[in-house]
């Protein structure tokens, strides 16, 4: 069975990409109240949380932008595109993991905008894994 997977569905992950990247500074900030916890670490493991941060969101947007910006050549077979769609794969099936296994032990605040916004983030982040692993099965089967 020969998958194709349209580059628009692949533009459309890498648009949602860099909304998380950009979102993700209001979420830790007013879901979380990520910066006020941070402070009660001593400075250097602040600047390290911090950068990791930083990590995170500049992942998301880069791997948005390839997304948008090279579709095709996510999927053309080549040894990179087997490398970054596996990369990417990885990245966000072990987000979803992750998420599974660690966050429902948490309580998100229970404002409606926050349970909407966490049931909507989750379903990106499933899109995200399903897109890159099927781009990544696509690749290894060079069908």
């Known amino acids: 069975m020969k998958i194709d997977i349209p580059n628009w ?7 949602g990409q860099i909304f998380t990247a950009l979102i993700y500074p209001y979420i830790r900030h007013k879901v979380f109240d990520w910066y006020n916890d941070v402070k009660q670490l001593k400075p250097l493991n602040q600047e390290i949380a911090k950068t990791y941060g930083r990590y995170i969101q500049g992942l998301n947007f880069s791997f948005g932008m390839i997304a948008i910006l090279m579709p095709a050549d996510l999927k053309n077979h080549t040894n990179l595109a087997i490398a970054l769609t596996g990369l990417i794969a990885a990245y966000w099936v072990g987000k979803v993991l992750t998420q599974i296994a660690y966050y429902p032990m948490y309580d998100i605040p229970q404002k409606k905008i926050f349970k909407i916004g966490s049931y909507f983030m989750n379903t990106l982040f499933v899109f995200f894994a399903i897109v890159y692993a099927l781009l ?8």
């Open 9 to 15: 569905v692949i533009v459309l992950g890498g648009i």
């Open 136 to 143: 990544f099965t696509v690749n290894i089967t060079n069908t």
